[in-house]
């Protein structure tokens, strides 16, 4: 049968992947090596592209949580013959601490069933489909381990029982007694140039990866409102970062769906220079100067020497360009819901947005980039300098649209904010006469904006020029810092947005939207709470924190009627969102007549360790 809601996932990561295991016990998704590598258990998206269960005989009822401060995983199994812990980790290299954390990590998958009361049947059944389910393994039982092997993957599982095999797949049962504990340690390699996988001590593996965990949640420590929701989705944009690279990938699953029966699936196992200011914005907050000055490093390794080229708007997680997309025809979609998709196309597109959030980035790590390294220097100077030349030209805009291209006012008033922190990083990033070009350019599109963006009817700005209709996306205006919150303009455009566009807390992208967008709702909290409205931001911030699953995790898009998760999962976006509202909420707690322009307030210090 195949895997149940999104919602239903619980997520582990080790700094290199990430796993998803339901409230049955089954892992349904893990593509070990890195985030967008092939599957060896997809059953999320096919029920016979592999996973691996543990879970009683009969009938139970599940509790589940995450150790404190980890993404390690504990799944309580309550029967009529007794109660079964069941524990979940992706490891970390033995005795990795605080930032060294997921840099070498191991690739081992730790499961460890321990009973706690009474006698109550239990079931295994490991089947490995490699390559997403297009590769059935041979299984070799060899020193006490079950070996399988396909093509350029191979796995090596050990466990404290003779597993029965089959073709393609092993089966288990045994009792979980009281005091008694069942291991299983599954490791991965690359079948050629690469030693055999580890499969390691599972007790002093979980051990020693709830130890990592918990040491590089105390060098993150925060201060400020709603401080268990902003920890847990810390530890959740943190779990969905390549440490090698540093670069934060959107989510770590491919191709579910927006809409149960659409099209929109797609691969978001990638990172998009889009999120990149809202994210940093996240780990200035929540986690400490060393990861954000990993994530600008990394853009700036991936962007390279810049020349009149477009710059790409995504990258793979060690910096890739080309991201051509494929579709998987050999999986049935999640719940029936084709197409499966591998790659991005929207790789090709041009998003002018994209200079806003990068120089935005910097000017907020403005005081960690002196002296400027001269590849900083240079793809700061020509993203500014392409906001002046392609600010005038229309783009597939933040939401992606495919295959039309219009003047989205996001885009522009992103065009603006390059401009801007160009100029108020003034020489440093170029002459006189540039930072004249720049002040020129950026107050031209300000002017525009405000002209052709507004729509009088409406009372409100709307998604693109001279448009009718309206779209989230304007909310980032004040939080960025193009228009005060309290701006009569602004607050007019938020009651229209919130007036056509919300049910329930929940805020759709556009009308005909099928779910609400979770960070667009993050950004009414912040536009409410910038513009003075406190009390209602608060109410609305606690509507949405309690939308997470049982586990504190976000998918991209809610369902208002239903409350069922959609899209891609756990979505960094949707977590990103709340710990920048969060923030948003505890700058004007500290100073309530605070208007400030979407860069840290004066009395704001980041996190440090």
């Known amino acids: 049968m195949q895997s149940g809601q999104i919602s239903d996932h619980g997520f ?16 349904n998704w893990w593509c070990p090596g890195r985030f967008d590598a092939p599957s060896v258990f997809g059953r999320l998206l096919d029920d016979g592209a592999g996973h691996w269960s543990i879970r009683p005989e009969g009938d139970y009822t599940v509790d589940r949580c995450y150790l404190d401060d980890t993404l390690v995983l504990r799944t309580v199994f309550r029967t009529g013959q007794g109660e079964v812990a069941l524990t979940d980790a992706l490891a970390f ?55 399988a092997t396909a093509g350029a993957a191979r796995l090596t599982l050990r466990g404290t029982m003779r597993l029965d095999c089959g073709e393609g797949e092993a089966t288990t049962t045994f009792t979980a007694r009281a005091g008694s504990v069942h291991n299983f340690t599954l490791g991965y390699a690359p079948t050629y140039d690469a030693p055999p996988p580890e499969v390691p001590d599972a007790d002093r593996t979980i051990a020693d990866t709830v130890a990592g965990w918990r040491s590089w949640t105390r060098e993150h420590p925060y201060q400020g409102c709603y401080p268990e929701q902003v920890r847990r989705s810390a530890l959740v944009v943190q779990g969905m970062t390549y440490r090698p690279s540093g670069a934060v990938v959107a989510a770590a699953t491919t191709s579910l769906p927006e809409k149960l029966g659409g099209t929109r699936n797609y691969d978001y196992r990638y990172v998009w220079v889009r999120d990149f200011s809202l994210t ?11 990861e954000v000055q990993r994530q600008f490093s990394w853009v700036s390794r991936a962007m ?115 401009l801007d922190r160009a100029v108020r990083f003034g020489e440093r990033l170029g002459g006189s006469q540039d930072v004249a070009r720049w ?17 009088d009817q409406l009372g409100a700005y709307t998604g693109s020029f001279d448009s009718d209709d309206l779209d989230a996306s304007v909310l980032v205006m004040p939080l960025v810092g193009f228009l005060p919150a309290d701006d009569s303009r602004m607050r007019s455009t938020v009651r229209a947005v919130e007036r056509r566009l919300s049910h329930d807390g929940l805020l759709r992208r556009w009308d005909g939207d099928p779910a609400g967008f979770v960070i667009c709702s993050f950004w009414l909290v912040g536009c409410l709470a910038l513009s003075g409205e406190r009390d209602r931001a608060h109410e609305l911030f606690g509507t949405l924190a309690g939308r997470v699953n049982d586990l504190g995790l976000f998918a991209e898009q809610i369902d208002p009627l239903t409350g069922e998760q959609l899209g891609n999962f756990p979505q960094a976006f949707s977590h990103i969102g709340l710990i920048n509202a969060a923030g948003q909420l505890t700058d004007v707690e500290r100073d309530p007549a605070l208007r400030h322009r979407g860069m840290a307030p004066p009395h704001f210090t980041p996190m440090k360790h």
Not at 12 to 27: F, H, I, T, Y
Request: glycine share 8%; aromatic share 8%.
């Open 93 to 147: 290299e033995p005795g990795a601490r605080g930032h060294d954390i997921g840099l070498r990590s191991p690739q081992v998958l730790v499961r460890s069933v321990q009973s706690l009361s009474g006698e109550v049947p239990m079931r295994m059944h490991y089947r490995p489909r490699f390559e997403y389910g297009r590769t059935t393994a041979f299984l070799i039982e060899r020193d006490g381990t079950l070996e």
């Open 304 to 418: 390279g020497r810049i020349g009149e080229e477009p710059v790409p708007i995504m990258y793979g997680v060690q910096g890739e360009r080309d991201l051509t997309e494929h579709r998987l025809d050999q999986l049935a979609g999640y719940r029936h819901s084709p197409p499966v998709l591998i790659g991005n196309d929207a790789w090709r597109q041009r998003q002018t947005d994209i200079f806003g959030e990068a120089l935005d980035a910097a000017w907020l790590m403005r005081d960690k980039l002196e002296p400027m390294e001269p590849e900083v220097q240079h793809v700061l100077r020509v993203l500014a300098d392409q906001a002046v030349l392609d600010w005038r030209r229309p783009d597939a805009g933040m939401w992606e649209e495919r295959g039309i291209e219009h003047h989205h006012v996001s885009s522009k008033v992103q065009c603006w904010v390059a």
């Open 280 to 290: 940093l914005r996240a780990l200035w907050r929540s986690a400490c100067f060393d």
């Open 12 to 27: 582990l990561a080790d700094g290199r992947s990430a796993a998803l295991v339901d409230r049955s016990g089954s892992v």
């Open 439 to 455: 002040a020129a350019a950026r107050d031209e599109v300000r002017a525009t904006v405000l002209e052709r963006g507004w729509n």
